[in-house]
């Protein structure tokens, strides 16, 4: 028989902890290209279309190939990538510094529920390990690095979402089974890597992936809410709660996994 009871969470981290995407990943790509003198703007619509592919070094490629083309660009760009994306690194870790992005509503007072009731937590993500590094040390303290017991993330994989690579990954490195977890996404290419990994998937969405399709998701919700802020519900069944608890996901869960 199955072992279906609910043990771990996993996250995604880009747009489901925080809304990364739009003033950090997008400013540090910029801040990249303007210190290598590229002559490139990412303006807030164009980064929206670019999001189609994960991870930066391969975003940069793509809009190479399907956007700004390769006039004004050194000869060498492409062996410049990994560097320019280093130097995007740094920015993108020294505006988390800053304190400008904070976490999403709901996240830490889910995490420190999920915690005190043994849950196991793991990261899954197409980001630097050095983003996600960054983003709790300078939301949560750096002593939360130690909730989780993976953080999955960047090149470990070499295939990046929507392959589930990265999900199959944590799962092995925890010795969970996927009907053993929730993943938590917020974006198409998301939720086609954490049901690659046949994980049952709740989804926040944010202002770049709200129209996406989220075909599959246990629930779609705009975000975890909190006490005095509900969530609200985009699809699927929040059982008369207002917001996400370990409560509510273990319902869940139990509803996509008996
Ligand atoms: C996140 C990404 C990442 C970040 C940038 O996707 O695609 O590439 O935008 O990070 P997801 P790097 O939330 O689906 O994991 O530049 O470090 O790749
Ligand atoms: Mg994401």
């Not at 990261?123 to 630097?128: L, P, Q």
């Not at 046949?198 to 779609?220: H, K, P, S």
């Not at 975000?223 to 699809?235: R, S, Y």
Request: charged content about 25%; hydrophobic content about 40%; proline content about 3%.
């Amino acid at each position: 028989m199955k072992n279906t009871t609910l043990k771990a969470l996993i996250f995604d981290v880009d747009g489901t902890l925080a809304d990364t995407e739009r003033d950090g990943h997008r400013v540090a790509f910029n801040a990249a290209f303007d210190e290598y003198g590229i002559d490139w703007h990412w303006d807030v619509e164009l980064y929206g279309k670019l999001l189609a592919v994960t991870g930066g070094k391969e975003r940069m490629r793509y809009c190479v190939t399907h956007f700004l083309g390769s006039d004004n660009l050194p000869e060498n760009f492409d062996d410049l990538v990994p560097e320019l994306h280093a130097a995007k690194t740094r920015h993108y870790t020294e505006l988390l510094a800053t304190g400008a992005i904070p976490l999403r509503p709901g996240v830490e007072r889910l995490l420190n529920e999920a915690r005190d009731l043994g849950f196991r937590l793991a990261v899954a993500t197409t980001t630097t390990p050095e983003n996600v590094t960054a983003l709790f040390s300078h939301t949560l303290g750096e002593e939360s690095l130690g909730w989780f017991e993976v953080i999955a993330a960047g090149d470990i994989v070499p295939a990046k979402k929507p392959a589930g690579d990265i999900y199959t990954y944590a799962l092995n490195a925890m010795d969970l089974k996927p009907e053993q977890c929730l993943a938590f996404e917020d974006s198409r290419n998301g939720i086609l890597s954490s049901q690659d990994a046949n994980l049952t998937t709740l989804i926040t969405v944010n202002g770049y992936t709200q129209d996406d399709d989220f075909t599959g998701a246990a629930i779609v919700l705009d975000n975890l809410g909190e006490p005095d802020q509900a969530f609200n519900v985009l699809a699927g069944d929040a059982h008369g709660h207002s917001m996400v608890d370990c409560e509510l996901l273990t319902k869940i869960h139990q509803q996509h996994n008996d």
